[in-house]
């Protein structure tokens, strides 16, 4: 869980973007992550989904996102969901969960952190930013 919660702590702090116009000419390009919001949004509340999934598991208590929340604002609940996750964890001794469980519960975290890696691909190396907040 602490892998997915560094990338997601990546996209939100992604405030500059290197752009090559040429082997020699090169710049930093401001950015705003929440351009690449509409791109990324289905993504994003399939992998919250799952993540809610592993905290029923644990019997964590969570919100759902809401469909108009910004890119931001879903990514600081995204991790505010994983914290509370990881702290039932230390507390839940793994014998009191099955098997099957436990299989079921990694099977969902691996699918949130290669849909989370997807996604910070995607914002941080293929996104074409147009606008430039800092203008």
Known sequence: MDSIKVSLLEIRAFRKKKIVKTPTHHYMQHVDIEEAWPSCR???HRAFGLTC???KSFRVEYEAM???ASFGTAID???NLIDRITLAQEETAESALSQEKLR???ANILTVQKSVNLIQKHVMVGFVFT???SA
Do not use: G, Y
Request: charged letters at 20%; hydrophobic letters at 45%.
């Open 77 to 79: 609940q995204f991790v």
């Open 104 to 106: 079921a519960i990694d």
């Open 66 to 68: 809401a469909p108009s």
């Open 131 to 133: 606008r430039n907040p």
């Open 42 to 44: 289905d993504t994003l």
């Open 53 to 55: 999934e592993v905290a």
